[in-house]
């Protein structure tokens, strides 16, 4: 089959309509400066709605992350999202381990440049076992309010190229995480605290609004 000329390559290794491992590792750098650059907003969410260490635990497990994607070869997107995926591993919190997963079963992907199907795959595959895991379902007030509807974005995607499928799953993610001011939590510390967090954004929904956001600039 003859490829089409992409009008869209950066010339950054992309091309426009499949995310590449340098794709994933860009976006994926973008969004350990967004977090590293946002710790103390994250930490001061978990402050009010649960114990003041989220902020610390990301981004100290992201910044080890930094230094594994900065070592790898770029050949596909599973590779940079495993890299990631194990520097959670020794990462503290609840947090951790689910991230960790979340990473880890993206990184289970094709070892071949993802299209808009093994996104939606892949991220599928990845959001129901962090859900599994934390027991947690939408309107719970974690990470997975911004996992979930993200993740419908990418399964159900009409779009063509993954950065339009990314983008669309930025804006369900977003909404997913806004959504979460005005919950009672129903897992995690912040369900010790019933009504007093309600009006606090759950700190690992914004942390995946971020993850999705950050692929903008890729
Ligand atoms: P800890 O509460 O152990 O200090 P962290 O501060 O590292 O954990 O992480 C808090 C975040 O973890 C919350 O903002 C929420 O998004 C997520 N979380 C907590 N419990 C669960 C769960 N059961 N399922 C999914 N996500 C969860
Ligand atoms: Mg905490």
Redesign the pocket.
């Known amino acids: 089959m003859t490829k089409v000329v992409d009008m869209t390559d950066k010339g950054n290794g992309t091309n426009g309509a499949e995310l590449t491992g340098a794709g994933a590792k860009m976006w994926l750098l973008a969004f350990v400066d967004r977090v590293v650059a946002g710790a103390d907003e994250l930490t001061e969410l978990?402050r009010e709605a649960?114990?003041g260490?989220?902020g610390w635990?990301i981004s100290s497990a992201l910044k080890r992350g930094r230094e594994g994607l900065e070592g790898i070869d770029e050949a596909h997107p599973a590779q940079a999202f495993q890299t990631v995926a194990d520097a959670f591993l020794a990462s503290?919190?609840?947090?951790?381990p689910?991230f960790g997963l979340w990473f880890g079963r993206l990184g289970a992907g094709p070892t071949a440049p993802w299209g808009v199907p093994e996104l939606g795959a892949a991220f599928g595959t990845a959001t129901e076992a962090?859900r599994r895991l934390?027991?947690?379902e939408v309107g719970h007030k974690?990470?997975?309010d911004a996992m979930v509807p993200a993740t419908e974005v990418l399964t159900d995607a009409t779009a063509r190229t993954w950065r339009e499928a990314v983008s669309e799953a930025a804006r369900a993610a977003r909404a997913g995480a806004e959504s979460t001011g005005g919950m009672v939590a129903h897992?995690?510390?912040?369900s010790y605290l019933g009504e007093r967090a309600k009006d606090v954004l759950?700190?690992?929904?914004v942390a995946v609004a971020w993850f999705f956001e950050s692929a903008e600039g890729v």
Do not use: E, I, Q, Y
């Open positions: 978990d649960g114990d260490d989220f635990n503290g919190g609840t947090s951790g689910l962090v934390g027991k947690a974690t990470m997975v897992r995690g510390r912040a759950d700190p690992g929904a």
